[in-house]
């Protein structure tokens, strides 16, 4: 797969430099491998998907790669994470990668800010389109179940460790496989994703 391994001129210098020090420590901070951020990246542009949520921001590697496929699509991105000193370094990330204006960083539990989230969110135009899950694997099951009510139609769903973390996440993706809703495929890139469109 190595020759398949995207490059970076899609970035400018500072940005590809940050990229290149963060895969560094790529295993100490859990974050996606570049294949599958591309891949991400990819799909964001794909759908035109305006408006992203993402679970687990951790030093914002990944959200620099969803950040800039929303520059690309004039969207927005909200990233959730409870660790604030992660959530500082992501946020210096996201400046030096010029898509701080674009992010909205969240502190805090997964579960109450979906649930805050969800209390706020009052029309379909408010909704997200676009959800990469990729914090607790044993948690998978009760995000989606509090992502559902502010996903649009015709959103996807991302949800990355589905091959590295089968047993953990077994609930999760039995229930979006058996839900009629969502349309579901598991790929085995990176780590194993799982992807899944809101036809509902
Ligand atoms: C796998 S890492 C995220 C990696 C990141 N998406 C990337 O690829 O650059 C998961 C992150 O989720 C955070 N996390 C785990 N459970 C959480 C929860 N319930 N609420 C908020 N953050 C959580 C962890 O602190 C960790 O930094």
Redesign the pocket.
Known sequence: MEKYTPNLNIFDEKTQEVLLSLEKTQKE????DRITANFLYIQILAMNAKKGI?I????????IWLGSAFKKTSGTLTT????DK?QSVAIENFKIAGINNLITPKLG???NILEELAQEIKTEEEKFDFAFI???KK?YIEYFKLLDPILTKGALICADNILSHEEKVQPFVQEITNNPNYQTQVLNIGTGILLSYKKN
């Open positions: 901070f859990w974050n996606i993402e687990g921001t951790s030093n914002g590697y990944s959200g959730i994470e409870f660790w992660r539990s997964a579960f990729d914090a607790n948690e």
